[in-house]
T-cell receptor
Framework: GAGVSQSPRYKVAKRGQDVALRCDPI?????LFWYQQALGQGPEFLTY????????KSGLPSDRFFAERPEGSVSTLKIQRTQQEDSAVYLC?????????????FGPGTRLTVL | AQTVTQSQPEMSVQEAETVTLSCTYD???????LFWYKQPPSRQMILVIR??????QNATENRFSVNFQKAAKSFSLKISDSQLGDTAMYFC?????????????FGTGTRLKVLA
């Protein structure tokens, strides 16, 4: 079946603009994660969903960042009033079931550049 | 707080040779999971191998194996018979499950280049 997809793959925004990044997880996957990956760094956790419930948003860097997954499938990460420090690759990952051992399947990421 | 350290930013290895990537972590937890992920230049990250902390036996997946030293908080990845397709960034990751949520912490990565 299809893997995790993300759109757009590339996004250029002017500072102050709002952006919305979309993640389509693998069908049936319960868990969904968002990560921010700065250049040359490892992914940093942003937020976690179990179905439509956002169980952990401790990694969101500011209240300009907002994520939702209203029907428990597609998720959107929204960044308001973008700043240059928001430039990064945003990765989405999904997992099938809620056990600790589960494998995350990653999407290709959205590269956000804020000018 | 948990941390994951990968002290080798870049490594290279000749094709068919063996290479070991190091990873250390810091935690006060007793039950957790460790992973190695590979991120090829296309950027889609894939799982290489995983280890449950309560298992003493080191995990192996074909040419990939780990050396898990729980007391030393070390989790190195050994790649045997290196192939050109192994060229990628490799990330070590720590995961724990608590209060109904999952915390994944990644290291900064090691860029591995396999030379022909």
């Amino acid at each position: 079946g299809a893997g995790v997809s993300q759109s757009p793959r590339y996004k250029v925004a002017k500072r102050g603009q709002d952006v919305a990044l979309r993640c389509d997880p693998i069908s049936g996957h319960v868990s969904l994660f968002w990560y921010q990956q700065a250049l040359g760094q490892g992914p940093e956790f942003l937020t976690y969903f179990q179905n439509e419930a956002q169980l952990d948003k401790s990694g969101l860097p500011s209240d300009r960042f907002f994520a939702e997954r209203p029907e428990g499938s597609v998720s959107t990460l929204k960044i308001q009033r973008t700043q240059q420090e928001d430039s990064a690759v945003y990765l989405c990952a999904s997992s099938l079931i809620l056990i600790s051992y589960n494998e995350q399947f990653f999407g290709p990421g959205t590269r956000l550049t804020v000018l | 707080a948990q941390t994951v350290t990968q002290s080798q930013p870049e490594m290279s290895v000749q094709e068919a040779e063996t290479v070991t990537l190091s990873c250390t972590y810091d935690t006060s937890e007793n039950n957790y999971y460790l992973f190695w992920y590979k991120q090829p230049p296309s950027r889609q990250m894939i799982l290489v191998i995983r280890q449950e902390a309560y298992k003493q036996q080191n995990a192996t997946e074909n040419r990939f194996s780990v050396n898990f030293q729980k007391a030393a908080k070390s989790f190195s990845l050994k790649i045997s018979d290196s192939q050109l397709g192994d060229t990628a960034m490799y990330f070590c990751a720590f995961m724990k499950h608590a209060s109904g949520t999952y915390k994944y912490i990644f290291g900064t990565g090691t860029r591995l280049k396999v030379l022909a």
